[in-house]
């Protein structure tokens, strides 16, 4: 779903994304965009920051309360705070205005190569991944699910996927570079601070923070690791 006000721009990015076989639904409209978004159950939403009776950043915030579609914000403004606002109510990935519909269109192919939902193991199949534990911190891989002491944590599609990448070897130190390769693909383009705002984003939804470090630890001048959850 494209939701974009500018018509021929919004016209543009469709006809790319059909041109790669996709099923593409277009509006100029904030409101209606979250209303449409419920019809048609997009697995990917292309939307803009500014657009009339909604703004992108509050129908990112309703469409996170039903749908945990892969969101790419655009904006025409590229102060850090826009960014940084769009991606803190769910948004996986931003471009800056103008942009490339090719390079949108090959983030696209390369988030909907991550799983979009669980699918549950048929009860004859082995054993799946078990949890991994830090502390008081559980990570079930293959149930997407995080829980801090019991109780449930909702994460985005991205952040899980950030915090399953470093748990996987949780003493291995991942640069900014591994973590977008690992997450959103090799042939991503894009600013790597987009890293930095997840962590950030991830550890005020696990009760964390960079200077406790308990779950997820800065390595000055290298990247990030897990903690012990101690």
Not at 99 to 107: C, D, H, I, V
Request: proline share 6%; net charge negative.
């Amino acid at each position: 779903m494209v939701v974009e006000d500018e018509a021929p721009l919004a016209n543009l990015v469709g006809s790319y994304l059909e041109r790669d076989g996709f099923e593409v639904t277009i509006t100029g409209d904030g409101a209606d965009a979250v209303g449409l978004a419920r019809q048609v159950d997009p697995d990917v939403v292309v939307l803009d920051l500014g657009l009339p009776h909604l703004d992108g950043v509050e129908v990112c915030r309703q469409l996170r309360t039903f749908s945990d579609a892969y969101v790419v914000m655009l904006t025409a403004r590229t102060e850090e705070v826009d960014t940084l606002i769009g991606l803190s109510v769910g948004a996986d990935d931003y471009m800056s205005k103008p942009f490339s519909p090719r390079e949108l269109t090959a983030r696209i192919q390369a988030m909907l190569r991550r799983p979009r939902t669980h699918t549950p193991r048929p009860a004859e199949s082995v054993p799946g991944t078990p949890a991994r534990n830090f502390g008081d911190l559980a990570i079930d891989v293959d149930g997407r699910e995080v829980t801090v002491g019991g109780v449930p944590v909702a994460l985005t599609r991205t952040e899980f996927d950030v915090l399953a990448a470093l748990s996987q070897d949780p003493a291995v130190v991942l640069s900014r570079t591994q973590l977008i390769e690992a997450v959103w693909g090799p042939s991503w383009v894009g600013d790597e601070q987009l890293v930095n705002v997840h962590i950030g984003h991830l550890r005020r939804k696990l009760g964390d923070d960079a200077t406790e470090g308990r779950y997820v630890r800065t390595v000055r001048g290298v990247g990030y690791r897990m903690g012990t959850g101690q």
